[in-house]
Each structure stands twice: as C-alpha cells, then as structure tokens.
C-alpha cells in the first residue's frame, strides 16, 4: 500500500525534525512483543528486568500486528527534544480525546478489559498509563537512553548535511527504503495506510526512531502536525557489545582503570557484569563507578532487583570525541 503526502511550498517551509522519547517506549513494546531482526538483543536484555513491572495497558494499547495505535499514547512532540515528563503532559492533557479515539481505533480485535476501563474513565486510566510508562521507561529505555539518544541525533545531523547537499527532495528520499519523492507527493510504502493526504502547509514532522525498524510509521490526522517516524542510520550496530580499550587522551585524566570502565559500558550493566568485563573485584568497581557518576559520567538506574550503569550523554560525547582526535 502506498500512502502520499502532498507537499506545498509553505510545507516545505515547515518541515521539521525531532527526538521522542515516549515513541521510543510505545514502539518497543512492539518489539518486545515480536522480537526479531536488530532489537532483538535489547529485548533479551530486558525482559527480565520488566519482570517486575506492570505494563498491562501500555501492552494493550500496543497490539500485534500493529494496524494502527490511537495517537494520544504518543502526539508529535511540539519541541525538538522533549524530555519524558514533559511528553506525559502532553498525554495528560489528552482526557477528552481518549474515548473518541478509542470509539474509531481499527486494531483488529476486541477491547481489553483495561482498555474498557480507560474508556469509561479516562482521567483515571490515563493517570494508570502515565504510571506505567514511567516504570517501563526506567526498567528498559532509560539505561539506554544516552545512546539512543546520540544514534538519533546523530541522524538529524546527517540529514542536515543532506539538505544542504541534495536539498529537501533528496534528503526525503534517503530517509529510508519505504520513502521516496514523486512529483510533488512524498510516497510512503505503509503495510495498513494508504490514499493522499495534503499537509496543509503544516509541514512534515521527522522523527528518527530505533524502534520504529524495519517500519515507518506515519501520523496524519488532525490536530497534529503530520508526522513520519523512521529508523536512524546506523541501527545495525547499536545493541553490539564491542570490546575496546580505553582511550588515551581519556585515561590520562580519569586514570586507566576509570576510562576502561567507562569504555566498557558501551551497553548498560551491574556492578557484577563489569566486574566481570573489566577483571576488578565487585567492591573496587563498585567504588569507580561511584567515582564516575559522582562526575556525571555515568548514571545508575534501579529496575527492581537490578542498578544498572549507564554512560551519559556527556561520557559518550567524551568518547566519541576522543575517538575522532
């Protein structure tokens, strides 16, 4: 099926990007619930530590197949790169959407009993999905949210580069196999949409998402600005595990041990696993990471049983700056 947008000069105007955080959490449950190809290693990685969480609603809301979903569980964002907390307001504030949506919702199969429940209240069971996303949010995207987050940006980038190479029809057309310019249309190859839709000088909204692969996905219903979720060059190798040495100019100021450490959480882990990758007793890697998270080089999110460490975005700009001295 193919879906066309229809572009005018004024939407060219408007075109712009940004980075979702709750995207991230509302298509990976789709991967977690279907785990193949690329994300698969990341859903290995956290389905355990979900154990504990209750995400029966935001499952709900996340069939598969995935026909469609209501776009109160995640609108466009208004800004380039909205925070969690700020997105659930936005969801929030949606009350008075919720049952209409719901009403016109072609999911391919009956309403669940915590889908009902969020119908008959609304208020009440978007309060529940606010909760449930934030548990999610710390148990399987936050760990890795540094460097979802550089991928993502990262990409923006480069299509920045693209336009000013190529222009805006080029840069659309690489955006991904499933886009391509023609005529005046920007063509869409969607599995459920189809039809025109004009962007009535709104502009198109683009939203580099790991989770999104191999799939677009696409909003263009009123009152939200038309949008187009893609996947981020460089995917592939987002979830390898890559040994490295620390390096140099790094371990010069932090100490070799430190920046080895800090290398080494290239994926989230417990004190434990990096104990192991890293040769050091429990208690001494224990004491570097507090070290280093005292230095904001790396953060420690609990999900139940488990604390795992992070790099932040600024230990991944330090090693992705030493890496191209």
Partial sequence: MTLDLSFTAVDVANTRFAISPLWEVVASVRVLKEPTGLNRPWAERVRRRLADVDWRLLSDLVPVPTISLVCFISPPPATAVPDLELELAGLLAAEHEVRDQLDTWRHGGPRTPGIQALHDDPAAGLARLAGEIRAYWAAA??????RIRSLCEGDVLYRAKALTQDGVRGMLTGLDENVRWQGERLRLDHRFCHGTRALDGRGLLLVPSVFTWPRIFSITVPPFQPTLRYSPRGIATLWEHRESDPPQALAA????????????????????????????SEPGASQHLTALRRAGLCSAHRTGRYVLYARTAVAEALLAGDAHT
């Fill in 141 to 146: 995207i936050a760990p890795y949210w540094p």
């Fill in 253 to 280: 100021v932090l100490g070799r041990t430190r920046a080895r450490l800090l290398a080494s959480l290239d994926q989230p882990a417990s004190t434990r696993e990096l104990a192991v990758r890293t040769g050091l």
